[in-house]
């Protein structure tokens, strides 16, 4: 897949604030915020609906941050009806994989993964899902 550059304009208001969420959610620049944002999107018009569906839902994450694996696990007791796993994998002495296996309707996880995706030190997330109906 080629990379394609292009420039995007925006009012100052509108840099201010797309600053302050890439700093407030950890992100390493603009870009990785706006591709985040799109790809966001793209997955929640997709999945705004109630199809049962199953997936997984995959963070990486700085695991000498203690609070990060406390965030996990305080969103996940909200969500134990579709979370039919949960386990992580320690990869070095400091990157953590958690992986959430789920299944229920489509929004619900959606909601589940964005507030997990968006824990702030989050380094990478993504949820996969696939109808089950």
Same mark, same amino acid.
């Given at each position: 897949?080629? *990379?394609?550059?292009?420039?995007?304009? /925006?009012?100052?208001?509108?840099?201010?604030?797309?600053?302050?969420?890439?700093? #407030?959610?950890?992100?390493?620049?603009?870009?990785?915020?706006?591709?985040?944002?799109?790809?966001?999107?793209? @997955? #929640?018009?997709?999945?705004?609906?109630?199809? $049962?569906?199953? +997936?997984?839902?995959?963070?990486?994450?700085?695991?000498?941050?203690? #609070? $990060? @694996?406390?965030?996990?696990? #305080? $969103?996940?007791?909200?969500?134990?009806?579709?979370?039919?796993?949960?386990?992580?994998?320690?990869?070095?002495?400091?990157?953590? *994989?958690?992986?959430?296996?789920?299944? +229920?309707? @489509? *929004?619900? /996880?959606?909601? /589940?993964?964005?507030?997990?995706?968006?824990?702030? +030190?989050?380094?990478?997330?993504?949820?996969?899902?696939?109808?089950?109906?």
């Amino acid at each position: 897949m080629a *990379l394609k550059r292009f420039g995007v304009s /925006l009012e100052d208001t509108l840099l201010s604030n797309l600053d302050q969420y890439v700093t #407030e959610n950890g992100f390493a620049n603009r870009s990785q915020a706006i591709r985040f944002l799109v790809e966001k999107n793209v @997955a #929640e018009k997709k999945w705004q609906c109630n199809h $049962i569906v199953a +997936g997984t839902i995959i963070i990486m994450y700085d695991q000498t941050k203690k #609070e $990060i @694996a406390f965030k996990i696990a #305080e $969103i996940q007791k909200s969500y134990q009806d579709v979370i039919l796993s949960s386990t992580q994998y320690y990869l070095n002495k400091s990157f953590t *994989l958690h992986i959430a296996t789920v299944t +229920g309707i @489509a *929004l619900r /996880l959606t909601e /589940l993964s964005d507030k997990l995706i968006s824990i702030k +030190g989050i380094k990478h997330g993504k949820l996969v899902m696939s109808r089950a109906d």
